[in-house]
């Protein structure tokens, strides 16, 4: 039995979209759709195309306030550098939805990134070159000059290549790099696996690989494994990492497993059945307990298997801690991302119903795509109360090689997708270079948004402004009268590396409010006083943000702060 599911969107003109499924392969209850949105209707969210990423946006990762760094592999997209090569790199400027490219040499495809402790965003790992303008990435480290405004490649540094690796920063402020494969591979095997890692910048000042035998246990389904730092009070540096469907706290200071976690129940949630992560925020309230949300992936490796409709949690310090599953609002998705929003909550984005992340399989119409039935519209999860619901659908399927990430404003950048060898325009799941901006509901919000002016005196977003473990900091905040007497909250993100749905240290805590009164002196102007978290295991030192609500509405924007 086929069923025929009316896309209706507006692009200049009405346009319509028929796409056929088999509802044999999905539950009754499934939908490719979330509720259908009235153009002046804003409770569910809405969508807006911006702005063109230049490259495939494989990669992506928010380096200051207005800029995104997207990332993708060789190919030949059309954004050209001054020398006529096709770009695989660009920076994408969300104020006049800009984009130019960046100089990189080397294959990216597949990569990693994080930051240094000083605010420098490494990118290391990749694929084969062209033997004839790009060369090699499997070995090379990229660090990005924020100051020049581009890329500077340390080719061979990496001991060994590295293919689908992760990447975490650490409390000390340097860069774990694990795991991934030797080259590119539609599943890993034993001869091409790298079960190791390597510290960046090196102690001794050479780099080298260390054996990490629970990636040799989790073959075939443990690339891009997932990693979070563990908060503590001793300072360690304990590590959870997940894998296919088993997990570990790896304490890097003595190089053992300490604690070793239940199977999670489902499906597989790793590449090719990828699923996705996240750290759930972490607050003083009970000692920064933390919990770990992994969602998604696939039983099977078939094109019309149905996708995870499953999420669990797990909280990482309690004795004999156990999984505790839910249906992930009830929408199968392999591949989602999972991006924080402002106040704490999380968007499910992107991802498809049914198969598994790879490239298509044939070239033009008779192409075979991995998966099929992408979901076009977000979930979105309240942590605390443990409830999901769906909002606004876009019309663009975001699939394998797409990214989502949060934004200072409290919008999510949505982009990418690009599930073929090469760019491919004229197939049913195209190189997609559209970016789009997703406005959760609590933009919409008659609340007044605080507005915040300074931060230690400093005027925000003009300069990263340097702030220390445990310290008092003071910002001045603007808050509209209203009948409405505020009610804050404040917090600090990390907005994260995104790739392959694995946001590498995204991260959430909630800030204790020191205090709080009105300025007298200034019409609507307060003074507040906000406690840092008290160690690195908390937060990685770093670039974040500092946001403060009222009533669950976000600030104007973020404040970038460098956390040392």
């Not at 695989?88 to 402790?117: K, M």
């Amino acid at each position: 039995m086929r069923v025929k599911f009316l896309f209706i969107f507006l692009v200049g003109v009405l346009i319509l979209l028929i796409d056929q499924i088999n509802v044999n392969a999905l539950p009754a209850s499934f939908s490719l759709r979330g509720e259908r949105q009235e153009p002046a209707d804003t409770t569910l969210g809405t969508w807006k195309v911006v702005g063109d990423s230049g490259v495939s946006a494989m990669h992506a990762v928010v380096v200051a306030p207005r800029k995104v760094i997207f990332i993708d592999r060789l190919e030949q997209n059309h954004l050209k550098k001054p020398d006529g090569l096709a770009a695989i790199s660009s920076e994408y400027d969300l104020d006049t939805n800009l984009v130019r490219p960046l100089s990189v040499y080397t294959n990216t495809f597949c990569s990693a990134g994080s930051f240094l402790a000083n605010g420098t965003l490494i990118e290391a790992g990749g694929s084969t070159g062209d033997d004839v303008n790009y060369r090699s990435g499997l070995q090379t480290i990229r660090v990005y000059d924020q100051g020049f405004g581009d890329w500077i490649e340390l080719e061979g540094v990496l001991p060994s290549n590295r293919w689908y690796p992760t990447m975490i920063t650490l409390p000390n402020g340097n860069i774990m790099i694990l795991g991934g494969s030797t080259k590119a591979v539609g599943v890993n095997r034993a001869d091409i696996n790298n079960p190791t890692y390597s510290i960046y910048p090196p102690p001794n000042g050479v780099m080298q690989d260390h054996e990490f035998d629970f990636l040799t246990t989790t073959l075939p389904n443990n690339l891009y494994p997932m990693l979070h730092l563990i908060p503590n009070d001793e300072g360690k540096a304990l590590i959870f990492v997940f894998a296919s469907q088993e997990s570990i706290a790896f304490d890097l200071g003595t190089g053992q497993v300490v604690k070793t976690y239940p199977k999670m129940p489902g499906g597989f949630r790793s590449y090719p059945l990828t699923g996705t992560s996240i750290m759930l925020p972490l607050s003083s309230v009970d000692n920064y307990k933390p919990t770990v949300m992994i969602c998604g992936g696939n039983k099977d490796r078939e094109i019309k298997s149905i996708s995870e409709a499953s999420c669990g949690r797990l909280e990482l310090t309690t004795e004999n801690a156990e999984w505790e599953m839910d249906d992930f609002g009830g929408t199968p998705r392999v591949m989602p991302d999972a991006t924080f929003l402002v106040d704490g909550t999380i968007l499910f984005v992107n991802g498809a119903g049914t198969g598994f992340a790879g490239l298509r399989k044939g070239q033009g119409a008779n192409s075979l795509f991995t998966f099929e039935n992408p979901v076009l519209f977000p979930t979105h999860y309240d942590p605390v109360a443990k409830t999901y619901k769906a909002l606004a659908s876009s019309y663009i399927p975001r699939v394998y090689h797409s990214v989502a990430t949060l934004l200072p404003d409290g919008t999510v950048l949505v982009a990418g997708s690009n599930p073929s060898n090469t760019v491919s325009l004229d197939v049913k799941f195209p190189t997609e270079y559209r970016v789009e901006i997703f406005t959760p509901p609590y933009l919409y919000t008659t609340t007044p948004r605080p507005n915040i002016i300074s931060l230690q005196d400093l005027p925000i977003n003009q300069q990263r402004i340097q702030v220390f473990y445990d310290e008092v900091i003071t910002l001045v905040v603007q808050i509209e009268s209203s009948d409405l007497l505020p009610i804050l909250k404040a917090a600090i993100i990390h907005h994260g590396f995104v790739t392959h749905s694995t946001n590498m240290n995204q991260r959430y805590v909630y800030l204790d409010i020191e205090s709080f009164y009105l300025d007298e002196s200034v019409a609507d102007q307060y003074i507040i006083s906000l406690k840092l978290p008290p160690n690195p295991t908390i937060i990685a030192p770093g670039p974040h943000y500092i946001y403060i609500l009222n009533h669950n509405a976000p600030c104007d924007s973020g404040v970038d702060v460098l956390l040392n």
